[in-house]
C-alpha cells in the first residue's frame, strides 16, 4: 500500500518525526556520522546539563551552531500540518528545529518531544519567550545577569511528566503510526510506539531498510516525494 492509501482509512494518524525530515529543509543532523560538528567532544558532553553548568561558553558555543533560523518548512511538514488543522492528525517529533510549527501545525497538536531551540529562558530570573536572537548575541541575560538557555532537554534531563502523557495519550488514541525522518529502535520512539492500541497499524517512510516492530510495514523511499503526491 502507498501512504495515500494508508491516510485515507485512517481516523487518526500521529507522525512520529526526526532528524531526517529536517534535513530536505537543509538542516543537518548533528548526530550523523562525520556531522558538521566533528571536534574533540561529543555533542553528548556539549548538549548536557553538566556542560552548560560546568562550562557554560562551550555550551553555548556548541548550540549556536544548531539554529537555521532561515531554514523553511519543506513539503513534509506542510502536508503533516494540513492533516493536523483538519483535525486528522497530531505530530510528536524529535526535532527542537520549530519547522513543525512555522509549518502552521496547531499548537495542541504537537509535541515537540525534545523543546525547541527558539524558545529561550534566563536560568537566573526565569523570564521566559525572550528573543532567540538577542540569545544569538549574546547568553547573558540583559536584564538581570542570569545566563539563558533554549528550552531543549539536554544529556541528563528528563522529558517534563505534562509532555510525555500527552505523547503517550496521542498515540493510545491512533490508528495509524506514520515513522518518518528516524530510526524506530531508538529512544524515544520504540518506547514510545508500545503505547499504541493492537490494531493500530505502524509505517515507516525511510531510505533504508529499518528493523521494524512485529506487524510494522515500510515504504523505502524519499519522504518528500511521498508527502509531495499525498491530498490532504
Ligand atoms: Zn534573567
Known sequence: MDLQTYLDQAQKIVFLT????????GI???????GLYGGKER???????????????????FVQKMYYPKAQPNVIHQKMAQLAQKGRAKIITQNIDDLHRQAGTPEDCLVEFHGNLYEIFCQKCGQ???????????????????????DIILYEEGIPTSR????????QRADLLVVCGTSLVVYPF???????????????LNREALSLPRGAQQ??????????????
Do not use: M, N
Not at 28 to 34: C, F, I, V
Open 28 to 34: 543537518p543532523d548533528y548526530r550523523s556520522k562525520g
Open 164 to 171: 510525555l502523557q500527552r505523547a503517550i495519550v496521542a498515540i
Open 43 to 61: 555533542p553528548e558532553y556539549l548538549l548536557s546539563r553538566t556542560c552548560l553548568a560546568k562550562e557554560p561558553q562551550k555550551f553555548y558555543a
Open 190 to 204: 520504540a518506547d514510545l510506539l508500545e503505547y499504541r492500541q493492537s490494531r493500530a497499524q505502524v509505517v515507516a
Open 18 to 25: 526526526g532528524a531526517g525530515v529536517s534535513t530536505a529543509s
Open 128 to 150: 521566559r519567550h525572550l528573543s532567540y536572537q538577542d540569545y544569538l548575541a549574546s547568553p547573558i541575560h540583559i536584564g538581570c545577569g542570569g545566563i539563558l538557555r533554549p
Open 219 to 232: 515504504i523505502i523511499g524519499d519522504a518528500r516525494e511521498q508527502f509531495a503526491q499525498v491530498r490532504v
